[in-house]
Structures are given as C-alpha cells and as structure tokens.
Antibody
C-alpha cells in the first residue's frame, strides 16, 4: 500500500520560503507524477503543480513564479518550495500521486503551514 | 483555466436517500473528470476517475456519468459514512482545477 507523508515547518514568516517534503513508502517514486495541492481553512482545493520522477514539471500559472518542485529518487521523496509567502499562502498542503486518469489516487494526510511573523 | 461549477453547494439528505451532484466544466474536457470525497480534517479520497470508473475499494453505491461539459455523481442509498464534502476535478488540461465542493449533510 502506497503511503505519503508530508514534512516541514508549520510556521513560516512572510516573505520567506515555504519548504515541504513528501516521503513515499510502500512503492517506488519512479514512473509516476507527484502533485502538491493546498487547501486554506474552510475553503476548496487548489492544485499547485506536479513533478515526474525524471524531473519534468507542470505548475499552476498563478503560482509559477514562486514555485519550485524537485524529486530525489534515491530517497523516494519529492519537494515543494514556495517563495515570498504571504498570509494568503496559509493552508493545509497535501502531496499526492497521479494515478489512473491523471487523478490523485494516493494522498498524504496533509500538513498545516501558517504564514505569520 | 477551466472553471468547474458544482451544484448544489450543499444538500440535506437522509440515510437511504439517493443523492445527485452535478459538475459543469467551462469547456469540453471529454471524460477527464474525477470525483473526491473529503471528511473534516482528512485528505480527499478518490472515488471516480475518467468520469465513470470506480476507484478500487469504493462502494458500488457511488457512480459517475457524463462527458464533455456535464457530469454527475450519484450516491445510491446514502450511508452514515457518506456525509462529507464532494469535489469534482478536471484532468484535461493544466492547471488542474476543482469545483468548490458540495456538502452532503444529514437531514
């Protein structure tokens, strides 16, 4: 059973960079796309972007100038960096695997990131 | 970006009821549509992909239909564990976009 676990600081100061890592267990990171999705409290889901195991990426244009994703196949991990954060970036951040139908079939439990000084 | 419009935004129903949720895309997405269920404090769970394919392990009371711009999620014989928020998502183009959600509440 594939499992994903997000990790990273829960509090980030405004203008700094949010950094999260997703560790994949129970399966290989190879041959799949891996996504980041976020959800502000009480609101809907926003797709941030995805990365292939070989490193190819697709980013949401609304965030593209601030987003960097990377993958470490040796550690079975992939990462998200979001620069110049503001309070509007406060959300639960999920990592997920793109499976059948290019949809997210396995999700991490989510991690709350708060942007505040 | 493709806009996904879900209706209703909320529905009150009883155990055993049939519930139908609709999702409309702002342009043709063929069958590239998924449905997710989310319970409070939990990650979304994939129910349906490519409009009508049931994800492994999902009860058969859930079904999806539609193509092009109009899609439907149907829950037959609603069970207590089905009270949750449901989201549609298009997987036709980037950026992936979600509907705003439909909350299924207990009547």
């Amino acid at each position: 059973q594939v499992q994903l676990q997000e990790s990273g600081p829960g509090l980030v100061k405004p203008s700094e960079t949010l950094s999260l890592t997703c560790t994949v267990s129970g399966g290989s990171i190879s041959n799949y796309y891996w996504s980041w999705i976020r959800q502000p409290a009480g609101k809907g889901l926003e797709w941030i972007g995805r990365i292939y195991a070989s490193g190819g990426t697709n980013y949401n244009p609304s965030l593209k100038s601030r987003v960097t994703m990377s993958v470490d196949t040796s550690e079975n991990q992939f990462s998200l960096k979001l620069s110049s954060v503001t309070a509007a970036d406060t959300a639960v951040y999920y990592c997920a695997r793109d499976g059948r139908g290019a949809t997210s079939d396995y999700w991490g439990q989510g991690t709350l990131v708060t942007v505040s000084s | 970006d493709i806009q996904m419009t879900q209706s209703p935004s909320s529905v009150s129903a009883s155990v055993g009821d049939r519930v139908t949720i609709t999702c409309r895309a702002s342009q043709d997405i063929s069958s590239w549509l998924a449905w997710y269920q989310q319970k409070p404090g939990k990650a979304p769970k994939l129910l349906i992909y490519v409009a009508s394919s049931l994800q492994s392990g999902v009860p058969s009371r859930f079904s999806g239909s539609g193509s092009g711009t109009d899609f439907t999620l149907t829950i037959n014989s609603l069970q207590p564990e089905d009270f949750a928020t449901y989201y549609c998502q298009q997987a036709n183009s980037f950026p992936r976009t979600f509907g705003l959600g439909t909350k299924v509440e207990i009547k």
